[in-house]
């Protein structure tokens, strides 16, 4: 079969670019040679159109709704696995044996400690510092505590700055957050699993014992199975970009942190229950969707539009069975805010403005209401997110580092400013 061709037409000239395909989804048209048979670029600001890489970590159907973790489910990941077994299958591409779950799992937990110095590092911040600020700063600051032991092109120290990252990072999230509460910081114990041993270090105070409640810790996990990767998100890409240039590992993911506070990204969580208690009530609702809909206000509903579903964000469904259980343990009845979220949801989904756009929920729209009544604040929301979303980062970054073919990422762009023009001395402006 003759291989599959795309062409351009510039100037009277035509191109052909090959188009190559993958396991599954969209081909590609590869344009690398364009701008040298043609002299022109393409434009696509936003990336809407762009494959930025070849990856085989995750797969999206925005149109089905399907979301796969090196070919498995989200759902089904979520339902059956833990979170360190997801970091396994992302990291090595397989799910593990039970030897080799263990292992991981042991080498992950003892990983957990920070250089004690650490601490130090946190006192330079007010206690009023937003937790995001201070995690972009510690886990950067972490290249410092390890830049001579990070030969990034050795494969052994890749996996081991990949085990620190997924180890430490929920380790200095509960840091930010004590420090943000004036708490003592509580060491991470070995005896608790992964997502146990974050809620103790979160919650736990030296003065009584930390309950560990199994049905919020699970439902933790799961929510941290949901937020692991997503293909070439905003703060991925931000990762691939910083990595291409061969940066230490941990600054690399401290820029894959910067991006994802944003509101139109990861920052999405928080900006959405402080969208939800805004509106309050739901009789305010319709003002609410009035104002998204309306091209001259810059208001969004939060929590909802993906740049790539077009259809339900399986992690949402999944997010709300989850907000549901975490609540009927708590014994919260008629939350408000989550009264508030269905209907919003319901009124959404069959106004037409938000069919004609394809917006329904995304992963961002239930989450806030379950992690406020776990009992963390708004300000962590995006915090938990990021924990989450390190092995993802991670496993991204070390994916292309391993590609053959990878070189530092340089974009061009569509110039508008001045033509040349001659400097005028200031006695002639
Ligand atoms: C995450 O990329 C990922 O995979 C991200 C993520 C991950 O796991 O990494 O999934 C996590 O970031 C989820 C998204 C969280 N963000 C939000 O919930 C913020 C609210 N959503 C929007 O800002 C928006 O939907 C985006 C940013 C998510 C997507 O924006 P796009 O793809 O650039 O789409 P767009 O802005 O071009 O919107 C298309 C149209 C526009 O109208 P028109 O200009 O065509 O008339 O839909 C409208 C938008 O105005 N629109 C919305 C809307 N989202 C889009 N209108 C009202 N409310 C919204 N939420």
């Given at each position: 079969m003759s291989a599959k061709t795309g062409s351009v037409t510039l100037g009277g000239k035509t191109v052909e670019m090959p188009v190559k395909s993958g396991s599954i989804g969209p081909d590609v048209i590869d344009i690398s040679k364009l701008y040298a048979q043609t002299g022109a670029f393409t434009f696509d600001p936003g990336f809407t159109s762009t494959a930025s890489c070849e990856s085989g970590i995750t797969y999206i159907d925005g149109d089905e709704g399907v979301l796969l973790h090196r070919g498995f489910p989200i759902d089904q990941l979520a339902e059956h696995g833990d979170f360190l077994e997801t970091c396994y299958l992302l990291l090595y591409g397989e799910l593990p044996t039970a030897a080799q779950k263990q292992d991981f799992d042991y080498r992950v937990t003892r990983h957990t400690m920070v250089h004690e110095q650490m601490a130090r590092f946190f006192q330079g911040f007010r206690r009023d510092a937003h937790p995001m600020a201070v995690m972009v700063a510690a886990v950067g600051a972490l290249a410092a505590f390890y830049h001579d032991s990070t030969d990034i092109s050795d494969p052994q120290q890749r996996m081991i700055a990949s085990m620190r990252m997924i180890a430490k990072v929920p380790t200095l999230a509960a840091m930010a957050y004590k420090y943000t509460i004036g708490q003592p910081f509580?060491?991470?114990?070995?005896?608790?699993?992964?997502?146990?041993?974050?809620?103790?270090?979160?919650?736990?105070?030296?003065?009584?014992?930390?309950?560990?409640?199994?049905?919020?810790?699970?439902?933790?996990?799961?929510?941290?199975?949901?937020?692991?990767?997503?293909?070439?998100?905003?703060?991925?890409?931000?990762?691939?970009?910083?990595?291409?240039?061969?940066?230490?590992?941990?600054?690399?993911?401290?820029?894959?942190?910067?991006?994802?506070?944003?509101?139109?990204?990861?920052?999405?969580?928080?900006?959405?229950?402080?969208?939800?208690?805004?509106?309050?009530?739901?009789?305010?609702?319709?003002?609410?969707?009035?104002?998204?809909?309306?091209?001259?206000?810059?208001?969004?509903?939060?929590?909802?539009?993906?740049?790539?579903?077009?259809?339900?964000?399986?992690?949402?469904?999944?997010?709300?069975?989850?907000?549901?259980?975490?609540?009927?343990?708590?014994?919260?009845?008629?939350?408000?805010?989550?009264?508030?979220?269905?209907?919003l949801e319901r009124i959404a989904l069959s106004d037409e403005y938000f069919i004609e756009k394809k917006l329904y929920p995304n992963v961002d729209f239930y989450s806030g209401i379950t992690l406020k009544a776990m009992g963390f604040p708004t300000s962590m929301f995006t915090v938990l997110f990021a924990v989450a979303r390190t092995v993802g980062w991670i496993a991204q970054w070390k994916e292309m580092i391993e590609d053959p073919t990878q070189k530092i990422g340089r974009p061009r762009q569509l110039y508008t400013g001045a033509p040349k023009r001659d400097y005028v001395p200031v006695s002639k402006r």
């Amino acid at each position: 079969m003759s291989a599959k061709t795309g062409s351009v037409t510039l100037g009277g000239k035509t191109v052909e670019m090959p188009v190559k395909s993958g396991s599954i989804g969209p081909d590609v048209i590869d344009i690398s040679k364009l701008y040298a048979q043609t002299g022109a670029f393409t434009f696509d600001p936003g990336f809407t159109s762009t494959a930025s890489c070849e990856s085989g970590i995750t797969y999206i159907d925005g149109d089905e709704g399907v979301l796969l973790h090196r070919g498995f489910p989200i759902d089904q990941l979520a339902e059956h696995g833990d979170f360190l077994e997801t970091c396994y299958l992302l990291l090595y591409g397989e799910l593990p044996t039970a030897a080799q779950k263990q292992d991981f799992d042991y080498r992950v937990t003892r990983h957990t400690m920070v250089h004690e110095q650490m601490a130090r590092f946190f006192q330079g911040f007010r206690r009023d510092a937003h937790p995001m600020a201070v995690m972009v700063a510690a886990v950067g600051a972490l290249a410092a505590f390890y830049h001579d032991s990070t030969d990034i092109s050795d494969p052994q120290q890749r996996m081991i700055a990949s085990m620190r990252m997924i180890a430490k990072v929920p380790t200095l999230a509960a840091m930010a957050y004590k420090y943000t509460i004036g708490q003592p910081f509580v060491y991470p114990k070995n005896s608790l699993d992964y997502t146990a041993n974050f809620l103790n270090m979160c919650f736990a105070v030296p003065c009584e014992d930390y309950k560990i409640n199994p049905v919020l810790a699970r439902a933790l996990d799961r929510i941290f199975i949901l937020h692991a990767d997503h293909e070439q998100n905003a703060s991925t890409s931000t990762v691939r970009l910083a990595g291409s240039s061969g940066a230490n590992p941990f600054a690399c993911i401290a820029a894959g942190i910067a991006c994802l506070w944003g509101p139109a990204h990861g920052g999405a969580n928080e900006a959405a229950l402080k969208m939800l208690s805004e509106i309050g009530t739901v009789d305010r609702i319709p003002e609410f969707v009035k104002k998204a809909k309306d091209k001259n206000d810059p208001f969004r509903l939060m929590g909802f539009g993906h740049r790539v579903y077009k259809n339900y964000d399986p992690r949402a469904k999944i997010m709300q069975k989850t907000c549901h259980e975490v609540l009927a343990e708590l014994g919260v009845k008629d939350e408000p805010l989550l009264e508030v979220a269905i209907e919003l949801e319901r009124i959404a989904l069959s106004d037409e403005y938000f069919i004609e756009k394809k917006l329904y929920p995304n992963v961002d729209f239930y989450s806030g209401i379950t992690l406020k009544a776990m009992g963390f604040p708004t300000s962590m929301f995006t915090v938990l997110f990021a924990v989450a979303r390190t092995v993802g980062w991670i496993a991204q970054w070390k994916e292309m580092i391993e590609d053959p073919t990878q070189k530092i990422g340089r974009p061009r762009q569509l110039y508008t400013g001045a033509p040349k023009r001659d400097y005028v001395p200031v006695s002639k402006r």
